[in-house]
T-cell receptor, first 109, second 113 residues
Framework: DAKTTQPPSMDCAEGRAANLPCNHSTISGNEYVYWYRQIHSQGPQYIIHGLKNNETNEMASLIITEDRKSSTLILPHATLRDTAVYYCIVRVAISKLTFGKGITLSVRP | DVKVTQSSRYLVKRTGEKVFLECVQDMDHENMFWYRQDPGLGLRLIYFSYDVKMKEKGDIPEGYSVSREKKERFSLILESASTNQTSMYLC????????????FGSGTQLSVL
């Protein structure tokens, strides 16, 4: 399975867009990119996933580069409640999704 | 909304005890998972079940077993608890498709003394 690399932390101002990067340079053609987040003291929460096209839902947008070696999760208008650890995962299928250390996003007032 | 319920939020056990962690989901999901989460290590998959009585090992199955006798319930068993099994345990479930989203419970913080 492709390995992902995320910076350990980042912050952004409330109301601004939060752009969370993820590198997955060894991704193979049939591997999907998934994003989950974990707010303190809760279980992880699904955000979005995609294969090669950009995806958008009510929570976020996922931008995958054309060579698929990296992606960006965009929270368009970050709020304090978006402070969490965000996990970028690359996997062929849902079975055996493995979460790494993620990136800690801090949204400041 | 899907509800995944873990029987205990906090649990304290002694070394050598047999420990049962229970997880119940209410949405008729085919897949169920057990993860453990440790500081600096992220979440690691222990076991996965894709149907009643079916199971697959995850990345760290040693020292654990599982039971899935009914579709809605997935149990994690520590046959003889050890101090290195002190951790946060998270249960999740999903529909049976290859790319369905996982729904997680709130977790059980297990301390083995």
């Amino acid at each position: 399975d492709a390995k992902t690399t995320q910076p350990p932390s980042m912050d952004c101002a409330e109301g601004r867009a939060a752009n969370l990067p993820c590198n997955h340079s060894t991704i193979s053609g049939n591997e999907y990119v998934y994003w989950y987040r974990q707010i303190h003291s809760q279980g992880p929460q699904y955000i979005i996933h995609g294969l090669k096209n950009n995806e958008t839902n009510e929570m976020a947008s996922l931008i995958i580069t054309e060579d698929r070696k990296s992606s960006t999760l965009i929270l368009p208008h970050a709020t304090l409640r978006d402070t969490a650890v965000y996990y970028c995962i690359v996997r062929v299928a849902i079975s055996k999704l493995t979460f790494g250390k993620g990136i800690t996003l801090s949204v400041r007032p | 909304d899907v509800k995944v319920t873990q029987s205990s939020r906090y649990l304290v056990k002694r070394t050598g005890e047999k420990v049962f962690l229970e997880c119940v989901q209410d949405m008729d999901h085919e897949n169920m998972f057990w993860y453990r989460q440790d500081p600096g290590l992220g979440l690691r998959l222990i076991y996965f079940s894709y149907d009643v009585k079916m199971k697959e090992k995850g990345d760290i199955p040693e020292g654990y077993s599982v039971s899935r006798e009914k579709k809605e319930r997935f149990s994690l068993i520590l046959e003889s608890a050890s101090t290195n099994q002190t951790s946060m345990y998270l249960c999740a479930s999903s529909l049976g498709g290859a790319h369905e989203k996982l729904f997680f419970g709130s977790g059980t913080q297990l301390s083995v003394l």
